[in-house]
């Protein structure tokens, strides 16, 4: 019933941000910063990397982004969304939005700010923002999660 809950919430915002999109770029894989590179890159290492047993990473459909992810376009920061599900739900688990560097996550972070619809704030893991939707979804992905930033 959580889920259910949360993901008409989150879908509402989803469709609610749709159009806020500024561009279709998703973020290119610019290092600019140091560190570890983001954007599209990240994303995709992310991705091939992420093992939890019963979720999968995948980038999300246009319009199943996060909030925080249509925002930071709007805003101006390019990102690419990554999102972790589990079994068959349509609204994520985890949220990730990888940009170009760790300099403009934070930069995203700070401006927009650490609210979120899930139980747990957004925070920043290098050139990523990362939220999970409830406790124990965190419990369950967070060292994948960790080990593959």
Do not use: W
Not at 4 to 12: E, G, I, K, S, V
Not at 70 to 93: D, S
Not at 126 to 137: H, I, K, R, S, T
């Amino acid at each position: 019933m959580r889920h259910a809950t949360t993901a008409t919430a989150l879908a509402c915002l989803a469709l609610a941000g749709a159009g806020c999109g500024s561009s279709d770029d998703d973020g290119g894989g610019g290092n600019g910063g140091g560190g570890k590179p983001g954007g599209d890159q990240a994303a995709q290492a992310f991705i091939t990397c992420f093992k939890a047993p019963g979720y999968t990473a995948g980038k999300p459909a246009a319009g199943q982004e996060s909030l925080f992810a249509l925002e930071a376009k709007r805003k101006g920061f390019p990102n690419t969304p990554v999102n972790v599900t589990e079994g068959k739900e349509i609204t994520a688990a985890v949220f990730l939005v990888f940009f170009e560097n760790e300099e403009k996550a934070k930069q995203a972070l700070d401006e927009i700010g650490r609210t979120t619809v899930g139980d747990i704030p957004p925070q920043q893991r290098g050139p990523a923002v990362v939220a999970y939707a409830f406790a124990d979804d965190k419990s369950k992905t967070e060292k994948a999660v960790s080990g593959c930033l």
